[in-house]
């Protein structure tokens, strides 16, 4: 199906793509939450046009995309491939192909859980995806284990899913080129996961952006709508230097 009909399915995911504008020179690939769906609207997209941006927006229905496999045990052979490999290998490149979009291109993006999973995945391939935000991202999973959702299915105990969590993919050396997220610190307990790995890459050294916002979860409040500006203009300039920095 082509991506000129704004909403499609795929590999068991729902895509909703920004209209077509002539402008646009970046992708970006938005990641949903489990909760609150980023707004497809016209003020949603236009944000992002200004920019030079074609948005994608996935979701993931109650996926958390990651790299475990729901049969660890089968054999390799037979073992289906990841939320993750699906994502990265098979549903973002058939996007960018029908933007006609570099994959160098590319920024990943994402709220709630999808903020999580768009941090977790751009740490562990920063060389694919080399500028990420997220907004208000939920990065303890552990915290969700156990409350009936699909890590249930993948992790055996809370400290396993811990282990993969964001912060525990963080390459010192080897980190994203642009980092921006923001969480309203009234949104424990996860402002506190915000706040950790913001010391975390402080304390490596890792270059990165870190906003408090007014308000809790929601991206069309208006108090938080000055901080949805930065980003969008963040997003921009982070492509912009990165486009450059590959022709160098």
């Known amino acids: 199906m082509s991506l000129d009909s704004i909403r499609w399915e795929f590999a068991g995911q729902t895509v909703v793509t920004s209209p077509r504008a002539g402008s646009s020179r970046y992708g970006l690939i938005w990641l949903a939450d489990l909760v609150e769906e980023p707004p497809q609207s016209e003020s949603w997209w236009s944000g992002f046009a200004a920019q030079g941006f074609h948005v994608a927006t996935i979701f993931g229905d109650g996926r958390f995309w990651t790299a475990r496999q729901f ?3 089968a054999p390799e052979t037979s073992s289906p491939p990841s939320e993750e490999a699906i994502l990265c290998d098979d549903v973002i490149p058939r996007i960018l192909a029908e933007w006609g979009t570099s994959p160098r291109m590319v920024a990943l993006a994402g709220n709630g859980i999808g903020g999580g999973a768009a941090l977790r995945i751009a740490f562990r391939y920063p060389e694919r995806f080399r500028v990420v935000a997220a ?3 939920i990065l303890e999973w552990e915290r969700v284990f156990g409350l009936g959702t699909q890590l249930d299915l993948l992790y055996p105990n809370p400290e396993i899913c811990r ?3 964001a912060s525990m993919h963080i390459h010192p050396s080897q980190p994203p080129s642009g980092i921006w997220f923001a969480s309203c610190p009234a949104n424990q307990p996860w402002h506190r996961g915000a706040d950790r790995l913001a010391e975390k890459l402080a304390a490596f050294g890792v270059d990165h952006t870190f906003r408090e916002l007014a308000a809790p979860t929601s991206l069309q ?3 938080n709508r000055a901080l ?3 980003m969008q203009q963040w997003l921009a300039a982070q492509m912009l230097r990165s486009s450059r920095s590959l022709l160098d």
């Open 71 to 73: 049969s660890p045990s």
């Open 135 to 137: 907004w208000e991202p």
């Open 163 to 165: 282990q993969d969590t």
């Open 221 to 223: 409040c208006a108090a």
């Open 228 to 230: 949805l500006i930065e």
